[in-house]
């Protein structure tokens, strides 16, 4: 859930257009820029908690088809909202720059090819990268399951140092992961989530705010980066490739992993939320709302006071999230009333996936003993 708030929180900072409209080097610069920092280890820390959780846990082939009938959903439904209210003077500043954008309002072919295909058209990147990576999850589970402790804190240290530190010492992306844009970056990040949970003890290294403690350090200093990079010139080095991006989402998944809550008003929102939480980046990264509804959405955040910024960002994210997940929540019960889940999961884990097993089975059944065939397997 935090991580997908922190995700909405960049966003408001970049697309947004608050980062570009403060003026450089001023306590309002300073501010936003803390803010920015603060939230860039959103994706990373989505990433790590996949492999958390994932490691452990049931895979079923299904929930691909699952995440993309809810991506095409909401690429069509924001068509619709925004073909509908398009056009109209609303003499309110949010909603003008929302839906009076740039955004001619054609419903051409081609935009309807990326609602119905978004995986393929690389609509949302954080999607397709994990299409990609979902079908290879088993086999990186069984790998992390494989090694001992010391074989994945080497494996862990040896992941960060070739594909995170030695990139932005020489601020180039050697191995091409894009940045941090793409499935590979994904993967090794799962990796570590998952290494992390199969390798826990009871006892932890140090207590919650010592982690907390860090994870501002560590921000910090990717804030340290960033001015260094804009007062010299040079272009800002892929954030989420940074050593301290990684040290951050490190922090926030050590602070917060075994977390109780007694409360049950606590528990009951969390349960509520938890599921409709990666639907809020979905509805944050539409096409028509990310490229021409948010686009400079946030300028007049740049005119207020250093404190503001920060308060109003936060308060403005939180709105978001809450929002976005209460529409989740909604499409969720449609579906379930609908029996849409159900029947993709019957269709593709016991219709496909299962006969597939039992059609290799039968094969391998029949081979002879001994054989050539049997060997190479």
Known sequence: MMSMYLVVAVHIFTQGGVMAAVEPFTPKYYAALFCMQTAMCGVNCFALISGYTNVCGTYRYSRIAELWISVSFYSFLSIAVFSLLRGHDYNNFVLDTIFNSSWDGAVTKDLIKECASPIFKEQYW?????????????????????????????????????????????????????????????????????????????????????????????????CAIYIHDALGGVPVAAPYLSPFTIAQALCLLMAFKGLRFRRRLVIKAISLFAPASFAVYILNATKLFYRYGMKELFLPLAKMQAWQIVLFAALSAAAFFIAASLIEIARLRLFRALGVNRGVRFAIDKLIVENIGNIANIRNARKPKGSAAEQVD
């Open 126 to 222: 954080y999607v397709t990268a994990y299409f990609a990576m979902f079908f290879i999850i088993p086999y990186m589970n069984s790998f992390c399951r494989s090694l001992s402790k010391a074989a994945a804190i080497r494996l862990v240290i040896i992941i960060i140092v070739i594909l995170s530190v030695l990139p932005s010492i020489y601020n180039v992306d050697l191995f091409r992961l894009r940045a941090g844009y793409s499935a590979s970056w994904l993967a090794m990040l799962y990796i570590i989530g998952a290494l992390i949970r199969l390798h826990e003890t009871g006892k932890p290294a140090c207590g919650r705010f010592v982690w907390i403690a860090l994870f501002l350090l560590s921000t910090l200093l990717n």
